[in-house]
């Protein structure tokens, strides 16, 4: 029972933490009032349904780029490389789609996806096989592999994948509209939310109830009881990273299939690093992934009424974030110490 | 333009006296016209976005406008999003999404669901029959500005080395690049043109670091065509060679280097278009102009031009504004020796072609791949 | 007509020039980072901690018309900001590294927000050494512009390489990092001494960042750094955690990121994209080279919780 109760009054607490300092900020810098800042926040994201709507598509890409955090988490490592594999992941599903032109849009999509997949679970098993072969630290190495990666984007979104026609704005040949991916009937949200929700519930699933999560859990806590439990941990590092970097390969599917058409430098806008905050806020939990994603999407959908009627720079959403993810993290301590005081009085 | 502008002072006048006794003379002169301008970056870059913002701030002036600004929108479903806010919550009723990346398939999507708001849009290529009628774009041809930058530039030169700090390959900075050498070449056919891409809009450190390795090999006047041009200037000041500014005025960056320049002048274009919206019909679909137009501009000289290069360039400039001087002409060669324009030929500054270019002149150390 | 006579060496030349430029912040931030890691903990907000350096000097240097004073002004931000990843850090269960994600974001943030006003204005610069006085090509005194801060950086790896061998703070530092057991047993408190030596790191890396909006690109803006404060990390290891090796890798980082714009104004022009990740690429490589899983690399101090 206090173990719920806290698992709710920890990031309670850390939200209003955050809510005070940035609100002070605001205040004294910005010479704003933070209760009419917050009421706009609010209304930008979850006012109304337009507000709903311009949430849940910026929530959309972060659910599934989280995972590619939070999945090798599990194994006690920790990888930032989200970026990259969704960049990479674009362009391979965007080559797909350019090859699988004639096929039917199911089976082309289908193609998209499981390319991406593959390529953005094969980027990041590399920092993944380079911790367990060489004992390169992943957290250096994945966000090393997100630059190259970026760098390999510009060199084939630019180069040999360049669409001529796409003169000013260098880009891969379009896939075709007969293959985009639609929007969830009723609304302007595309598929791209259910994916990521589907696929955090499959993680969850897998987590809790098979042998698989259960092995996962037991190497993440720790490694050498494991070997010697007979676990190979390098063939679950392996999957675990593979996994992570699918999921984030994918995201980079959805944009491209959803939303451009087409692979370009709009790939790298900084959904993977969203991801990153997104997975520990939800302290790398996948269902709670879910909602965390919609908090941050929210915040970035108000961002622009903050910008037009408060004359706040773009900046102010990203501190607001930087206090959120430091306020989440300080809090952590706050577990098993939170009822303390109560049982020794 | 000039009708339009007659209009627009009588329309003005006319929304400033039914304001002030309270009278509700014509219904629109009461409320305010809400226009929307959308930036990728920031808009105090000293450069491209700066140019916009500082428009929009002349427009902001003008009485019966709301102008409402958003800044540093990705060109993802983000700016989608921004300018259905705009739309929806603030009851914009003119857009301009003016990065080049917004246009497919962003704007077009939004236009195509709210067939009643005008989208302007700042550098793509509008057609006829291909994109909706309630969409459009407008363009300077700055190239023409470039030319006369090439021009003094060339006549101030004493190495006859010239640099170009590029962003990327795309037409847009290729006819910059080739009209800055020819303008050079026009005064000393020996000219060279380096031109470094650093491979993105925003790059300071690469940006700095290119000027510093083309001051290593020679230059002594160097351009550019990145987002913000504030290091490039900056960077050739301090090593004490000449600068030619771009997109808006930076001549107070470099108060002793700073040649001239190539600046938009876009609130010429956004008043024209205003004018439009408040008689009532909506702005022109495809809105090109140069120097004659009065698109674009070029800066002040700075103290370093000599009167005699000063003399050369007004000509050259007297000649364009006339219509006299065609700067892609026959027959012209491209720096790995193919004819790109057959001799004989001459382009207008108008010609769809151009729109494509993907070449650089003879001349040009660089590549565009 | 003499830059024609370069031709080639141009080559060469600019990187040379470039790498003393382009060097200096990693000099700075790699030597502060090698304190901190030496200590014990890992401090990866150093980019943020990097960008709040540049935007506060800018800001201090516009203000006071002295860069000097922004510089100081830098060393303090970053010393605020290692003391405050040393303080999260310090409760209990929280995790070094997502620290330092967090507050490289909330440094990056705050310095954007903050540093709004001081885009437009042009800030007083920091001086160069001219060693190039003997030469009478313009390209080659150019190049040879070498900036005081490179030189505090120089002496600063060497002083703090010897500090940490044969001081007695040295000592506790390398024994705080190395085992916390033997530090009790020598009375140190370990908590504190990760304190000091996080806020001086961060320190250090706000000098780096001051040196890149104070002299090299010289002005603020959104796009100052390109992840500097994160390759210092990775530095750090490459050069096994001496400061001296810092000195050395921060060089060749240097001249790797001035590899692009040196070849292309040679003419090779092919593929530049793929030159501007060669810094990335090559750290990797050396990060693999160097590291082997058996014995958990040679020279990491033993309290590192980020080397397994």
Sequence with gaps: MEQVLERIAVPALALLASAVMFGLLLAIYARVDPLEAYALMYQGAFGSWFSWQNTLLRAAPLILTALCTALPSRLGLMIIGNEGALVLGGVAAAAAGVALVNVPTLLAQLGMALAAMAMGGVWIALAGGLRQRRGVNETISSLLLTYIAIALMNHFVEGPLRDPSSLNKPSTFPIGDAHMIGTIPGTDVHWGLVFGVAACVLVYVVQRFTTWGFAMRVIGGNPKTARMMGLDVGRYVLIACGAGGAAAGLAGMVEVAAVHGRANASLAVGYGYSGILVSFLARHHPLAIIPVSILLGGIGASGGLLQRRLDLPDAAVVVLQGILFVAILASETLYGRLWKRKETA | ?369 | MDGTSLGLWGVPLAMLAGAIRVSTPFIFVSLGECLTERSGRINLGLEGTLVMGAMSAYGIALVTGSPWLGVLFAALVGLLMGALHAGICQLPRVNDIATGIGLMLFGTGLAFFLGKPYIQPKAPNLGAIDFGWWSSIPQVRQALQVNYLFIVGIMLAFVLAWALKNTRWGLIVRLAGESVDAALAMGASVGRVRLIATSIGGSFAGVGGAFLSLYYPGSWNEGLSSGQGLMAVALVIFARWEPVRCLWASLLFGAAGAISPALQSVGVTEGYYLFSAAPYALTLGLMIATCSPQRSLRGAPGELGAVR
Excluded at chain 2, 1 to 11: C, E, H, N, T
Excluded at chain 2, 36 to 44: K, N
């Design chain 2, 1 to 369: 333009m000039i009708d339009k502008f007659k209009l627009g002072r009588r329309a003005l006048l006319g929304s400033a006296a039914g304001a002030a006794f309270g009278l509700t003379g014509a219904a629109n002169a009461q409320k305010p016209l809400v226009i929307g301008f959308i930036y990728v970056g920031p808009r105090d870059d000293y450069g491209y976005n700066q140019a916009h913002a500082e428009a929009a701030a002349i427009l902001k002036k003008m009485p019966g406008l709301k102008i409402v600004e958003e800044e540093k929108v990705p060109e993802t479903v983000a700016v989608e999003k921004s300018m259905e806010s705009m739309i929806n919550l603030d009851g914009a009723t003119l857009l301009f999404p003016t990065s080049f990346g917004y246009f497919d398939p962003h704007m077009l999507k939004e236009a195509a669901k709210n067939p009643k708001i005008q989208f302007r849009h700042c550098g793509g290529l509008w057609q006829e029959g291909k994109h909706p009628m309630n969409t459009g774009s407008y363009f300077g041809y700055i190239d023409e500005a470039q030319y006369i930058a090439g021009v003094v530039a060339g006549s101030t030169s004493k190495s006859g080395k010239l640099g170009f700090v590029a962003a990327k390959p795309i037409p847009q900075v290729l006819r910059n690049i080739n009209a800055f050498t020819l303008g050079a070449q026009s005064i000393n056919p020996k000219v060279t043109t380096q031109a470094i891409f650093t491979g993105d809009w925003a790059l300071p450190v690469k940006e700095a670091e290119a000027t510093n390795s083309m001051i290593a090999q020679g230059v002594d006047v160097v351009t550019c065509h990145v987002d913000s041009p504030k290091v490039v200037m900056e960077t050739a000041e301090r090593a004490g060679i000449f600068c030619s500014g771009y997109h808006c005025n930076q001549s107070k960056l470099a108060p002793k280097g700073y040649l001239t320049g190539a600046e938009w002048n876009w609130e010429k274009v956004y008043t024209g278009m205003v004018e439009d919206m408040k008689a009532g019909k909506a702005p022109g679909n495809f809105l090109r102009g140069g120097l004659k137009e009065g698109f674009v501009r070029t800066s002040a000289y700075g103290p370093a031009v000599s009167p005699a290069a000063r003399e050369k360039a007004d000509a050259v400039k007297t000649a364009i504004l006339s219509g006299g001087l065609a700067i892609y002409k026959g027959a012209l060669k491209d720096n790995k020796g193919n004819t790109v324009i057959a001799a004989g030929t001459s382009y207008a500054i108008t010609e769809p072609k151009l729109e494509s270019m993907n070449y650089l002149v003879e001349g040009v150390i660089g590549s565009t791949s």
